[in-house]
């Protein structure tokens, strides 16, 4: 990593710097702390969902298979808060930008998170590599029911209408590759890459922490916005900026 970034003044500089370029192929990566200021928590960071004391084991495949009512234990209080969070500075800010590139130019977004705020707050190019918690579907790969919306904070698994099977959330768990058609539009993304812009995220969860690889394979310009800096340091990222996404993505992204 070349720069790292910390004042309010160097963004404004890269910021003219960024206008002043005709990108034609724009990706973002986005993880939990974009959302922190909607009220959600990350998951690795200080205070995150996978880093709490009392949590003895992480939502797995196999956890899934031996009790789904511990992954819904899980997910389902999450899915309150999901529910009732609203979208940001950060998440407007991304929006607001996807629009103003105009025709002629690709804008992917991808992302991490699970709670659809990037959507709500009129992002139209989003690939929720993770999938969505205010989703339910069918544990059994072969049942009829298709993925429906579900805003109930379950606790407990409920059973499929359709084959008697427990559902689960329409998410991506541990162990679990990502769907397919994600993983396909991320590749297709990326190969064609000319700026690629990772915000709150902690580039530890694979694949999506090799993306910034293949978008520089590809000969994109690479910037990571985080709150603190990331560790190690990762040597295919050109400018690191150091600040709460809904401060700095206004202020990065906004027009002059």
Not at 67 to 80: K, N, Q, T, Y
Not at 194 to 199: E, H, K, Q, R, Y
Request: charged share 20%; proline share 7%; glycine share 8%.
């Amino acid at each position: 990593m070349s720069v790292s970034l910390t004042s309010d003044a160097e963004v404004v500089a890269l910021r003219a710097q960024l206008q002043a370029a005709s990108w034609r192929h724009v990706v973002v990566l986005t993880g939990a702390g974009i959302s922190v200021a909607s009220g959600l928590p990350t998951y690795r960071g200080p205070g995150g969902l996978w880093t709490r004391p009392d949590l003895e084991e992480l939502p797995t495949a196999d956890m899934l298979a031996r009790d789904a009512s511990r992954v819904w234990s899980l997910f389902g209080p999450l899915r309150e808060q999901v529910r009732t969070a609203m979208p940001n500075a950060a998440h407007l800010a991304l929006a607001r930008w996807e629009e103003r590139l105009g025709a002629g130019r690709s804008f992917t977004l991808l992302t991490q998170n699970v709670d659809g705020l990037h959507t709500r707050a009129g992002s139209r190019d989003v690939v929720e590599l993770h999938g969505s918690l205010r989703h339910t579907r069918c544990s059994n790969t072969r049942c009829s029911l298709a993925p429906f919306e579900d805003s109930v904070a379950h606790t407990q698994a409920p059973a499929c209408p359709a084959c008697g099977q427990p559902l689960r959330p329409d998410l991506t768990l541990f162990e679990e590759p990502l769907p397919l058609d994600a993983e396909w539009k991320a590749k297709h993304a990326l190969r064609e890459c000319d700026l690629f812009l990772a915000v709150g995220t902690s580039g530890t969860v694979s694949p999506a922490s090799n993306f910034v690889r293949g978008a520089k394979y590809a000969g994109a310009r690479t910037l990571l916005v985080n709150l603190t800096p990331m560790q190690p340091r990762h040597p295919d990222f050109d400018v690191e900026i150091l600040g709460r996404a809904e401060h700095i993505l206004p202020l990065l992204l906004g027009e002059a």
